[in-house]
Nanobody, 120 residues
Framework: VQLQASGGGLVQAGGSLRLSCVVS????????MSWYRQAPGKQREWVAA???????NYADIVKGRFDISRDSAKNTVYLQMDSLNPEDTAVYYC???????????????WGQGTLVTVSS
């Protein structure tokens, strides 16, 4: 199983980026999907989540600026990030709950991360 995140880059404050994360490999189902981020010298923090049914939740710090969505047919989760500011600079990681075999539980899997740098 592999989670491949992409879409990071350098953007000026006030700009936008769209991150993508594709899940591939041998699994039965994709459950909830999330984005986390880790800024230099800080702990990883949760950013947003979307359930298999499309229910979304956001950290207060990104609410109203970020939008999480998913394309279940493509096993892909997106994070549209608008009104970016330098405090959003971080490595962004996707996480997906995957059912590897029927009769077992969903288990969280991490992607490799994509760097977002916001310049002032």
């Amino acid at each position: 199983v592999q989670l491949q995140a992409s879409g990071g880059g350098l953007v000026q404050a006030g700009g936008s980026l769209r991150l993508s994360c594709v899940v591939s490999g041998n699994f039965r189902r994709v459950g909830g999907m999330s984005w986390y981020r880790q800024a230099p010298g800080k702990q990883r923090e949760w950013v947003a989540a979307i359930s298999s049914g499309g229910v979304t939740n956001y950290a207060d710090i990104v609410k109203g600026r970020f939008d999480i969505s998913r394309d279940s047919a493509k096993n892909t989760v997106y994070l549209q990030m608008d009104s970016l500011n330098p405090e959003d600079t971080a490595v962004y990681y996707c996480n997906a709950d995957l059912l590897l075999s029927f009769g077992r539980s969903f288990v969280g899997h991490w992607g490799q991360g994509t760097l977002v740098t916001v310049s002032s």
